[in-house]
């Protein structure tokens, strides 16, 4: 089991910035899948990015450009840079794991199915 908080979120204008940080309870190995999703109210859960093993990246085709996924592997934390945010982007984001037979699929596909999820933290971007 691994526990995942995220921080981070808050409030910002369009066009603005914001740095999301999930920290985890254990290390990852090359087998690790983490990942980034959103989901904005009504809407279903989504993909924003994931990071597989020794860094293999897997984004959701309509956001790469402005949000990139980076590890700092001595802090056990994934990060979420956030640029050029527009209202659409206001959503829950929440970190997720997954260590299972199946994570390098599930990575691959930016899979919701991940088997371990943090709390969530709140991004809401104003026009």
């Known amino acids: 089991q691994v526990q995942l908080v995220e921080s981070g979120g808050g409030s910002v204008q369009a066009g603005g910035s914001l740095r999301l940080s999930c920290a985890a309870s254990?290390?990852?190995?090359?087998?690790?899948?983490m990942g980034w999703f959103r989901q904005a109210p009504g809407k279903e859960r989504e993909g924003v990015v994931t990071?597989?093993?020794?860094?293999?990246?897997y984004y959701n085709d309509s956001l790469k450009g402005r949000f990139t996924i980076s590890l700092d592997n001595a802090k056990n934390t994934v990060y979420l840079q956030m640029n050029m945010l527009k209202p659409e982007d206001t959503a829950m984001y929440y970190c997720?794991?997954?260590?299972?037979?199946?994570?390098?699929?599930?990575?691959?596909?930016?899979?919701?199915?991940?088997?371990?999820w943090g709390q969530g933290t709140q991004v809401t971007v104003s026009s």
């Open positions: 254990r290390s990852r190995d090359s087998s690790t899948c």
């Open positions: 997720a794991a997954d260590r299972s037979y199946w994570s390098m699929y599930k990575c691959s596909r930016i899979s919701t199915n991940l088997d371990h």
């Open positions: 990071i597989y093993g020794g860094g293999q990246t």
